[in-house]
């Protein structure tokens, strides 16, 4: 197969990937090379990790940090210090060429870490991720969360979006203007948490031990840290029905969307009917700096929850 003048070998199609969605590796691969217009511009910025399933889904797969020496050399690499000491050397997904070179070395899932290139940093992002009690699949409890959420962030003025994570959740994204570093993202993040917990006691919590959140959604604002991931927006999950980690308009949310509502089956016929909702997101870029007094300010309203004592 030739994409973007280079010849890209594919193998082993007719492996089933999805036995119970009857899809092969093919199908994952033409998927990623149908959907790469629209996927590729939320990559090539960033750093990715990989999930590869060499066997399908029901075999062993694993978290792929490192892009492989055997990585043909029109694959950027981009070097990543670790914190602990090292660095490793990430992939970067340029070009639907790398899109389906790296779905034929078995990448189901691409995970985009959260700062550019150039600046390893300071994140364009901030990143809520969502996800129901644990034990059970209340959709609607997390996408209250998310709601909430939203709410909050429209009295502070800044500017979210949402996607589904085509497994049980959902992830609630702000661009930001890479003025901030991690440090300073995540605690605006944990004071955003903590006014949601405030106003929303019986439903959200920041408590971290699963036995003391009592069915409550947790407000991981994890996601900020150096080194973290979120899932890339239309990467495949590895699931049975071959779901996609979907961009939808808090519309969508609002009138009932779910996370595993997109397939890779279903997908294009959504994007023929509707552009993509996080297109030119970036040029929505926000200062959080000039937010924080509004928050603080929110904060003091708002009577300390339980867990604070």
Known sequence: MKINGHEIDISDRDKIFFPEADLTKGDLIDYYKDIAEVMVPHLKRYPVSLQRFPDGIEEAGWYA???????????????????????????VVGSKAVLVYLADQAAITF??????????????????DLDPPEGTEDFGAVRFAALKLHDALTELDLTAYVQTTGSKGFHVVIPLDRECDFDKV?????????LLVRRYPQKLTLEQRKKKRGGRIYMDTYRNSYGATSVAPYSVRARPEASIATPVTWDELQ???????????????RLGQKEDPWKGMMRHAQSLENHQETLKELLDHEEPADEEK
């Open 255 to 269: 009138a009932g969307a779910n996370p595993r509502d997109w397939t890779i089956e279903n997908i294009q016929n």
């Open 186 to 194: 995540r605690n605006f993040a944990n004071d955003l948490s903590l």
């Open 65 to 91: 940090k490192d892009a492989q020496d055997y990585f043909p050399d029109w694959i950027e690499r981009v070097n990543f210090p670790k914190r602990e000491g090292g660095s490793f050397n990430a992939p």
């Open 111 to 128: 995970h985009t870490y959260l700062s550019r290139v150039e600046d390893l940093e300071h994140p364009d992002k901030m990143v809520y």
